[in-house]
């Protein structure tokens, strides 16, 4: 694996990946490190692996759900919003995740 195209690969889909995942789990940031780990241990080219990286993103994403619902119930109030507000925009990040 060559380290430019990782770079490279996590310029572009690294927010949308912990996006992707924050749908199922409040830890995106981790699952996402975790899938990447992956990734790498398998020696896998990232740039023509996309797909692989998303569907492994979201599995372990739905295991932490599953391992976390156990400990505590996933609701509304103890979600992170997907969206973070920016004084500059008119959307509200609140509004937008419960929508």
């Not at 619902?69 to 109030?77: A, M, R, T």
């Amino acid at each position: 694996m060559n380290p430019e195209s990782l770079r490279k690969f996590l310029n572009e889909h690294e927010q949308n990946l912990t996006l992707f995942a924050r749908q199922w789990c409040n830890s995106p940031e981790d699952v996402v490190q975790d899938a990447l780990m992956e990734l790498v241990r398998k020696q896998l080219d990232p740039v023509k692996n996309v797909a692989w990286v998303y569907t492994v993103v979201r599995n372990k994403a739905v295991s932490a759900l599953r391992k976390n619902s156990k400990l505590k119930p996933l609701n509304e109030s103890n979600r992170e919003p997907w969206f973070v507000n920016n004084d500059a925009d008119t959307l509200d990040g609140i509004t937008a995740t419960k929508a």
